[in-house]
């Protein structure tokens, strides 16, 4: 079964509402651009209902960058699943490396985070890779392997069938230095041979997004890869032709 690519930007904490319409205008302006090519925006909570509005009608999707396992209660400053699909998002980052690195994230929570956002029906993105230091000590594999493990702990093949995976070395993360395509490609293969033998066939049609410095001049050679499914897009998502680059280069 074909997969479809997905292209999703992530905007970490970026853009007000005010500052995010310049962009969402000229997004909407190309979505003849994105024929054949699934595209989501995941801006920060805040600008979440505004982008949903400004996208409706259009073949951009919106996710959130985060979402709580449970479903309310006191959580100060989280936000749940069914507040997210109030609000029109039909995707989520779970796990990125800078909520591993600054806020705590482990792989419980984010298999606890997965669960809630499967749950909900919303589509998860959940983020793995190694550091620097990890890769340099020759442990990339050991570190994806006990992330899948941990973090996608307990899914059924059809949940795993509704998630996303993104591999994010995090030495390639905002830093300019991507992963060659061979790098890539090598951990994503590897990759998909993990959910084969947890999940069985329906790791064929699960998409493996690659994040870490893309931008319009290094997509089209990571995208041609065979395991890489698409690109999660950090830096080069707030601008509209960078954004629109990568796209052209799926
Ligand atoms: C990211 O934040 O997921 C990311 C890949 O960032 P960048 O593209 O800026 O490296």
């Keep these: 079964m074909a997969r479809r690519t997905l292209i999703a930007g992530n905007w970490k904490m970026?853009?007000?509402?005010?500052?995010?319409?310049?962009?969402v205008a000229a997004l909407k302006a190309r979505t003849a651009a994105m024929a054949g090519v699934d595209v989501a925006v995941c801006p920060p909570f805040t600008s979440l209902a505004a982008v949903v509005a400004?996208?409706?009608?259009?073949?951009?999707?919106?996710?959130?960058?985060?979402v709580h396992w449970e479903q309310a209660g006191a959580f100060t400053g989280e936000v749940s699943a069914a507040m997210l699909r109030e609000v029109g998002v039909t995707c989520v980052?779970?796990?990125?490396?800078?909520?591993?690195?600054?806020?705590?994230?482990?792989?419980?929570?984010?298999?606890?985070?997965?669960?809630?956002?499967?749950?909900?029906?919303?589509?998860p993105i959940v983020c793995i890779g190694e550091t620097l230091r990890q890769r340099d000590a020759g442990e990339t594999e050991a570190v994806v392997r006990g992330q899948v493990a941990e973090g996608l702990a307990g899914l059924t093949p059809e949940q795993l069938g509704r998630s996303v995976i993104a591999?994010?070395?995090?030495?390639?993360?905002?830093?300019?230095?991507?992963?060659?395509?061979?790098?890539?490609?090598?951990?994503?293969?590897?990759l998909?041979?993990?959910?084969?033998?947890?999940?069985?066939?329906?790791?064929?049609?699960?998409?493996?997004?690659?994040?870490?410095?893309?931008k319009p001049g290094n997509a089209a050679s990571l995208l041609a890869q065979a395991d890489i499914d698409g690109g999660l897009i950090g830096g080069a998502s707030l601008k509209a032709e960078d954004f629109l680059g990568i796209i052209a280069g799926a």
């Excluded at 970026?14 to 962009?23: D, F, H, K, R, Y």
């Excluded at 400004?54 to 985060?66: K, Y």
């Design 14 to 23: 970026n853009l007000t509402v005010a500052e995010a319409q310049p962009l």
């Design 167 to 190: 591999y994010e070395p995090v030495w390639a993360i905002g830093t300019g230095r991507t992963a060659t395509p061979e790098q890539a490609q090598e951990v994503h293969r590897f």
């Design 93 to 123: 980052i779970i796990g990125h490396s800078e909520r591993r690195q600054y806020f705590g994230e482990t792989d419980a929570t984010v298999n606890a985070r997965l669960r809630a956002a499967l749950g909900s029906g919303l589509m």
């Design 54 to 66: 400004a996208t409706a009608g259009t073949p951009i999707q919106v996710g959130a960058q985060n």
């Design 192 to 214: 998909r041979g993990l959910l084969r033998d947890a999940f069985g066939g329906v790791a064929e049609e699960v998409r493996i997004l690659y994040g870490g410095s893309m």
